[in-house]
């Protein structure tokens, strides 16, 4: 089957599923061990993975470091580094969920190039993408990459979603991430060619904890209730285009600065000079 190019470019809202309010969560006390038990289980078991190959690459590395050639070693420690990549994804997203949870989210928005922060996250994710020899392909058709908008916290949104994709694209793909603008907002958009999502999950996996039919893939089933919660607190919106057996689009949207916010900052930054 022929997969249509994206065409949320065109029409945003038209194709895409807009993420709308999320549903309060139903609580289910600690002393019945349903569903609180199911979740704490599905940590340990994400931390687990990560962490023993870490602990064996390092093992191998450093008690036969003497008789390893360097290509050997350069393995092993390449190992480490993605576990390692791989581990403090899974800290930020449990550190921002708890956060979430109390109500403290910070965010600190500022004058920034949202294109630079596309390219560190794929540079945070960089030895995720190595290991399945992927690649990402970065494209621009905005008038002006400027947004108004936490830049820590915009290279954890494209983290995670650079992270979604890899997991459910195959082997030596490529990711495609497009800038462009929409009205006073610059829409940045993370395409996959895997399985795609069924149009009854494009909403759910927005959730926290929740995850769709290809779950075996692993995950937490919190880095898209994440990016959702951290564009909704710039003032973005955040969406899913996707159609069965033609991968996924992920978008949002930061907004631009205005003229008064970027003379204001201006003004900040001559006061500290």
């Known amino acids: 089957m022929?997969?249509?190019?994206?065409?949320?470019d065109s029409a945003p809202l038209r194709f895409a599923t807009l993420v709308g309010p999320?549903?309060?969560a139903r609580r289910t006390p600690a002393r019945s061990g349903g569903r609180d038990t199911g979740l704490l289980a599905t940590v340990v078991h994400e931390l687990r993975n990560p962490l023993a190959s870490l602990r064996l690459s390092l093992e191998l590395a450093t008690s036969d470091f003497q008789s390893l050639d360097q290509q050997t070693l350069l393995a092993l420690l390449q190992r480490a580094h993605r576990s390692a990549c791989w581990l403090q994804t899974l800290t930020e997203n449990l550190s921002s969920r708890a956060c979430l949870e109390r109500g403290r989210l910070d965010v600190r928005p500022t004058n920034v190039?949202?294109?630079?922060?596309?390219?560190?996250?794929?540079?945070?994710?960089?030895?995720?993408l190595d290991q399945r020899q992927q690649r990402v392909r970065v494209t621009s058709s905005a008038a002006s990459t400027q947004v108004l908008a936490d830049p820590a916290r915009v290279v954890q949104i494209v983290a995670n979603l650079l992270s979604n994709a890899s997991r459910y694209s195959v082997?030596?793909?490529?990711?495609?991430?497009?800038?462009?603008?929409?009205?006073?907002?610059?829409?940045?958009?993370?395409?996959?060619?895997g399985p795609?999502?069924?149009?009854?999950?494009q909403q759910r996996i927005f959730g926290r904890w929740?995850?769709?039919?290809?779950a075996a893939r692993g995950g937490l089933g919190?880095?898209?209730?994440?990016?959702?919660?951290?564009?909704?607190?710039?003032?973005?919106?955040?969406?899913v285009e996707s159609t069965l057996g033609c991968g996924a689009t992920f978008w949002f949207t930061l907004p631009r600065p205005t003229t008064a916010s970027s003379c204001a900052e201006e003004e900040a930054g001559a006061c500290a000079r």
């Open 2 to 8: 022929a997969c249509a190019a994206p065409s949320i």
């Open 22 to 24: 999320a549903r309060r």
């Open 113 to 128: 190039d949202v294109l630079e922060c596309v390219e560190s996250a794929a540079l945070f994710v960089h030895a995720l």
């Open 171 to 193: 082997e030596g793909d490529t990711i495609e991430v497009h800038l462009s603008t929409v009205g006073q907002q610059v829409r940045i958009r993370v395409s996959d060619h």
């Open 196 to 201: 795609g999502i069924a149009p009854n999950e």
């Open 210 to 214: 929740e995850r769709g039919q290809q």
């Open 222 to 239: 919190l880095g898209l209730s994440i990016v959702r919660a951290l564009v909704e607190e710039h003032g973005g919106r955040v969406g």
